[in-house]
């Protein structure tokens, strides 16, 4: 008896070998997945890591924690930091819109924790404060306002000082000013870092700024997605804009910070890799910084703004701190409005090598303008007074 093999059709070898890949494909792809949900979770802990003495042990009378509080009928999250809880408070007012700092400030040194307790809080609408159950209509200009005096009441009373400090940047500075402006009674001193003053001159100037330097770069593909969308004709910044400016403002120096290229390496990682953070809150950072509202905030109230007729006068030493290469808000813009601005004291200070960011960029600068200038009510150190 004779056993004879049988020949396979080579069509039908084809097929079954393309199946076999088809089927180890999205296999291959839902272990990568896995593995990297996996990953995300390791690095999620959800905890804020204590401050330590040089044994290794918890700092005594150090403060760190992350909690949620009703502000104005909203549970909105923060975390409060500080080497010495008895030290002033100072409430920091992230920019946007949409956009929590803490997980990037880690990144670089924890100057303010060394002279304050500091309150990062997450504003209504973004990153731990996130909720898709939050009307739209509530994320407003003066909703802003009125939870930053929520929540500056809310750290008075828990940490028993009469006043605080406050400080803003960027997006921040646009309703923090106008907080200080409202409750001088509140607050030491308002210090404002990257601060708004006519958002859209600034964005026009920005655009402006782009086009001379791709130019002189000779790079057309960038000038080709610019000149799409000719902002100086326009009163808003339309979607097309957005999704071109930020990396057209990093390749140039002129974004988040003057050295940071890519806001994938600079913004994205550092969040998904803060252990501060649970997987749930670092997929809520990007879907507050995306929605709806709080880009229809940033178009209809900050842009269309201007702050220098709106707030002409503060109560309360006031401090802006400004990089020369800042363009996200035009250096030029804040210090003009600084020199028309009236308070009992005023300080204005260049950071000649640092762009949207001085307080990551330059911080034994603004430690030391801190120390000696702000904690002092002086203006010392300023360059402008």
Not at 11 to 23: D, H, P, T, V
Not at 72 to 77: F, T
Not at 113 to 132: A, I, K, M, P, T
Not at 332 to 348: E, R, W
């Amino acid at each position: 008896m004779t056993n004879k093999k049988t020949k396979q059709h080579p069509i039908k070898s084809f097929f079954r070998k393309g199946l076999r890949i088809m089927l180890i494909i999205p296999a291959v792809l839902l272990v990568c997945v896995l593995i990297l949900v996996g990953v995300l979770l390791a690095v999620s802990p959800g905890k804020p890591a204590p401050f330590l003495d040089e044994n290794g042990n918890m700092l005594a009378g150090s403060i760190s924690e992350k909690i949620h509080v009703n502000i104005n009928g909203v549970q909105q999250g923060m975390f409060i930091q500080g080497k010495d809880k008895t030290r002033p408070v100072l409430l920091f007012l992230h920019g946007g819109p949409g956009m929590p700092e803490y997980a990037i400030s880690r990144g670089y040194p924890a100057v303010l924790e060394d002279d304050f307790v500091v309150c990062w809080w997450e504003q209504r609408g973004s990153g731990l404060s996130y909720n898709s159950n939050i009307p739209p209509e509530s994320l407003t200009e003066a909703q802003l306002v009125s939870d930053t005096l929520d929540v500056t009441n809310y750290l008075r009373k828990r940490f028993g000082q009469e006043k605080i400090y406050l400080m803003a940047h960027s997006g921040g500075t646009f309703f923090g000013i106008q907080a200080a402006a409202r409750a001088p009674e509140l607050y030491y001193a308002y210090i404002g870092v990257s601060q708004i003053s006519q958002q859209l001159e600034s964005e026009k100037l920005a655009y402006q700024y782009m086009l001379e330097q791709y130019t002189l770069a000779g790079d057309r593909k960038m000038l080709q997605k610019l000149e799409k969308t000719p902002l100086p004709e326009m009163d808003s910044m339309p979607p097309e804009y957005r999704a071109i400016r930020d990396a057209a403002m990093h390749s140039l120096g002129i974004g988040t910070t003057h050295n940071m290229r890519s806001v994938v390496t600079g913004i994205f990682l550092p969040v998904m890799e803060s252990r501060e953070y649970t997987l749930g809150e670092k997929i809520n950072i990007w879907r507050g910084k995306w929605s709806v509202y709080s880009t229809n905030m940033w178009n209809q109230e900050v842009l269309a703004t201007d702050l220098t007729a709106r707030v002409t006068k503060l109560d309360i030493p006031v401090y802006f701190f400004s990089g020369i290469f800042d363009y996200t808000v035009s250096y030029t813009l804040a210090k003009n409005y600084f020199q028309k601005l009236q308070a009992p004291v005023k300080g204005f200070y260049t950071f000649e090598q640092s762009a949207h960011s001085p307080m990551f960029e330059e911080p034994d600068k603004i430690q030391r303008i801190l120390e000696q200038d702000v904690l002092a009510g002086a203006n010392n150190l300023a360059d402008t007074k």
